[in-house]
């Protein structure tokens, strides 16, 4: 702490909306002149950027290694989620089921059959919950998500409006030109601390179940389908897709708009860049991308037209390169 210590924060606030109870942080360099101007009261910086705060209009500053984290953890203690306790009497709650005496059950929820509920879950107004899945301490369902049956949910977890969790997958088997369902017969399973986005969809296993680890974060409109394996702490950014029986490998990060194709692996701390379409399994840590960057109409239909004449280029140079008697060094 530099400055105040007795100061008191009212709240956390962006930089540009502060006023002088708020609490705010920069992390980046590029942010320091919207700090020095902030109407703050306390600032979270880190030791680096301390000298630059002379001209601060803040004078109370808290010093840490990574600001950002250190605001996210203020934030949580000055606006806590607020915990409520009961059941609504418009919910809809089988005899069977088994509901500890700490939770929440919102307005118009629907539990199953031997559903069990956790301490302190909280579960918003129109919720689902399918027979025999099960919802560990701490969890929070917000408003309007299904839970299908025999699902099992992990403690400390957030499922946001409109996911879905354990529909059956897109399995079909064709027939004389027709398309025959497959029964999806399997479940799904998430760990703990787990948080799957607003409209992310979670099919449940073939026979096999759908297993997503510890710590996994899943943003808004994911598709998750059967028998998908997500390794521990990896996150996935909004409108991936990830086919079925596909492996994810720990610590992995996937950006927007990523997709898998079926029955592959990625390693452990694998990061595909977005857009990409990964096609075959990655063994290797690292940075991974694929398609073309945009680009000026013009310039776009030029290569994309060039595209097209490489397989013979390449065949001709060969040609060339045996007349010539060419050939390529080793590397040993």
Sequence with gaps: MVGDASFVVGGVAALDRAENTSL????????????LNSCCGVLIISSKHLPNMGQARCSNFLISDHPHLAFAKAANILHPAKARR????TAVISPDAKIDSTAWIGPFVVIEDYVSIGRDVQIGSHCHIGSMSHISDETQLFPRVTILHDVHIGARCRILS???IGSDGFGLVQERGTWQHVPH???VVIGNDVDIGANTTVDRGTLSDTLIMDGVKID?????????????HSA??????????????EYCLLAGGVGLAGHLKLADKVHITGMSMVTKSIQQSGVYSSGTPLDENRNWRHNAARFKTLDSLARRLGKVERHLGFREISED
């Design 220 to 232: 808004n409109l994911v598709q998750i389908a059967h028998n998908v394996v997500i390794g521990r």
């Design 236 to 249: 996935i950014a909004g409108c991936a897709g990830l086919a079925g029986s596909s492996v994810v490998g």
């Design 86 to 89: 009961g059941i609504h009497p």
């Design 24 to 35: 705010c942080y920069v992390q980046d360099s590029a942010y320091l002149d919207a700090a």
């Design 162 to 164: 409109g996911a879905v």
């Design 185 to 187: 017969l399997g479940r």
